[in-house]
Structures are given as structure tokens and as C-alpha cells.
């Protein structure tokens, strides 16, 4: 990335929020904190985070929406669902959505942490794979005009090289007529 990474906390109890935003910043790391998805919505305009950590307990289930609406806008912001509870099929219907990984509450610290430094390096490597893949495109942009160039060049000298045999062909009549 180059940059501090930036994780949008969304969680509606707001002492969940503080506890994470502390942890994230003790990792290093830049936040921002919504407490429903209107607010996340609302900044995701104005600034896509690396990192959304997203409670699966959002009102209206607002947090299944917000992840089928950042997926319409990123796939490289990674998501983890925070989950109440241990029921696993609804983890796997946000991870099915789009969600990259989950946390169950209550949080180990040194999990949570591990979550986090993976979806980061993750990112990382979505973000240089897409770097290497227009560069990819740049280079193939670049031999195809290269090609094209050549393929000028070529057809142009074997023109002016055909046209001076000619001339020297009619010159050669010429010389054997007279």
C-alpha cells in the first residue's frame, strides 16, 4: 500500500467502536467509525478504507446490504464480519455476500489482530496483482504498437526496395532494347 492503512469500524454499540478503534490504532492503523451503514454509506463516499470491520447485527439487515453495495464499488476493501453469534450458516451467507472473513464476539485480542494483519496482507496482494496486471496490459499495449510500427517499417522499405527493382528492371530493358 505505501500509505497506513485505513479500517472503517461499523458497529452500532458505540463502546464496541471505541474498544476496536483503540485496538486498530495500537496496531498502527487509521479509522474511521459508523455506527449503522447509513454512516458507513455516507463515507464510503468520501473515502474507500482498506479494511471495513462490519457487526452482523445491524438493524434492517443493513450490513448484508452494505456489503452487496461496497462489492458493486471494490473488491480489494477487505470485509470482516463481526458476529454475535456461533450460528455458521449466517456467517457463510455474509461471507457468501462478499464478506472476507469473520470474528465471533467476544474477541480474542491476539486474534483479532491476526485477522487483521491477514486482510491487510491480503489487500496488499490484491492491490500488487492489479499493479502487475496494468503493467502486463501496458507492455502488451506497447509490443502490440511496436509490432504495428515494424510491420509499417517492413511493408514501406519492402515498397521502396520493390520500386528500385523495378527501376533497374526498366533501365535493364531499356539498355537491352537499344
Known amino acids: 500500500m ?16 471505541s474498544i476496536l478503534q483503540k485496538l486498530v490504532q495500537a496496531m498502527g492503523y487509521k479509522t474511521l467509525l459508523a455506527p449503522d451503514s447509513n454512516t458507513a454509506l455516507q463515507l464510503l463516499e468520501q473515502q474507500m478504507p482498506d479494511l471495513i ?48 472473513d469473520f470474528l465471533l464476539k467476544p474477541f480474542n485480542a491476539t486474534l483479532f489482530k491476526s485477522r487483521i494483519i491477514n486482510a491487510l496482507g491480503s489487500i496488499n496482494y490484491s492491490y500488487e496483482i492489479n499493479r502487475l496486471q496494468a503493467q502486463l496490459a501496458d507492455c502488451r499495449l506497447k509490443e502490440q504498437q511496436t509490432h504495428a510500427y515494424h510491420s509499417d517499417f517492413y511493408r514501406t522499405l519492402a515498397h521502396d526496395l520493390n520500386n528500385i527493382l523495378a527501376g533497374i528492371l526498366m533501365r535493364t530493358e531499356l539498355l537491352l532494347i537499344n
Open 2 to 17: 505505501g500509505r497506513t492503512p485505513l479500517i472503517l469500524i461499523v458497529d452500532e454499540q458505540e463502546n464496541i467502536r
Open 53 to 100: 470491520l462490519l457487526d452482523s447485527m445491524l438493524p434492517n439487515h443493513s450490513a448484508m446490504h452494505l456489503i452487496t453495495t461496497l462489492r458493486s464499488k471494490s473488491t480489494t476493501t477487505g470485509i470482516i464480519i463481526m458476529a454475535d453469534t456461533g450460528d455458521l450458516n449466517e456467517v457463510a451467507a455474509f461471507i457468501k455476500a462478499g464478506a472476507d
